[in-house]
């Protein structure tokens, strides 16, 4: 949904607002203690995670009205490998 609320804007955009870091940072801070494992307070910004996330699958300037579901697949899927939720 956060996509696509605003199609034309690059991932890197959407996914960097403050709204959107701190629902970034709530659901990891909920994942890691539902599955028990010991939260970690890096001295890495969720906005750095995010931001690495993107720059390694190279959807930095990817635009969801351009992205194919594989496309987003894929990007959910480097999420989770990141210990990152959208939930």
């Given at each position: ?81 990141a210990n990152l939720r959208f939930t």
């Amino acid at each position: 949904r956060l996509c696509f609320n605003r199609k034309n804007k690059t991932l890197k955009s959407v996914l960097t607002t403050k709204s959107v870091l701190r629902l970034m940072e709530k659901n990891r801070k909920t994942y890691f203690s539902v599955k028990g494992m010991e939260f970690e307070d890096t001295k890495e910004s969720i906005k750095d995670i995010i931001l690495k996330v993107l720059e390694d699958i190279e959807m930095t300037k990817s635009r969801a009205s351009h992205m194919s579901i594989d496309d987003f697949l894929l990007v959910l899927n480097a999420f989770n490998k990141a210990n990152l939720r959208f939930t």
